[in-house]
């Protein structure tokens, strides 16, 4: 069994940054990550990074603003958020048991996280 933890969140002007945090426990998968739902929409994947190959992915709209990272000795994966927009303001989760690939999928991935609240303010 796999635990997740995620930290980081708040509130954020437009412009700001934030460093989302997901510590793991249990079993290591290679595969993480990071999801998003705001309010009315579906869960999206934003972000995903394989642990031992070191590959990432990301959404067209994260694309040069998030960096995902992995401190395996620390068993934590990062998501560095930099010039927020409003329109990034969502629950994230993190997530694992599920292949990180081009379009990280919901359906996909087996074992999620409580969620942190993003909240970005114009």
């Known amino acids: 069994e796999v635990q997740l933890a995620e930290s980081g969140g708040g509130l954020v002007q437009a412009g700001g940054s934030l460093r989302l945090s997901c510590a793991t426990s249990g079993f290591n998968f290679d595969d993480y990550g990071w999801f998003r739902q705001a309010p009315g929409k579906e869960r999206e994947g934003v972000s995903c990074?394989?642990?031992?190959?070191?590959?990432?992915y990301y959404a067209d709209s994260v694309k040069g603003r998030f960096t995902i990272s992995s401190d395996n000795a620390k068993n934590t994966v990062y998501l560095q958020m930099n010039n927020l927009k409003p329109e990034d303001t969502a629950v994230y989760y993190c997530?694992?048991?599920?292949?990180?690939?081009?379009?990280?999928?919901?359906?996909?991935?087996?074992?999620w996280g409580q969620g942190t609240q993003v909240t970005v303010s114009s």
């Open positions: 997530a694992t048991d599920g292949p990180c690939g081009p379009i990280p999928t919901e359906s996909d991935f087996g074992s």
């Open positions: 990074i394989n642990r031992s190959d070191g590959v990432r």
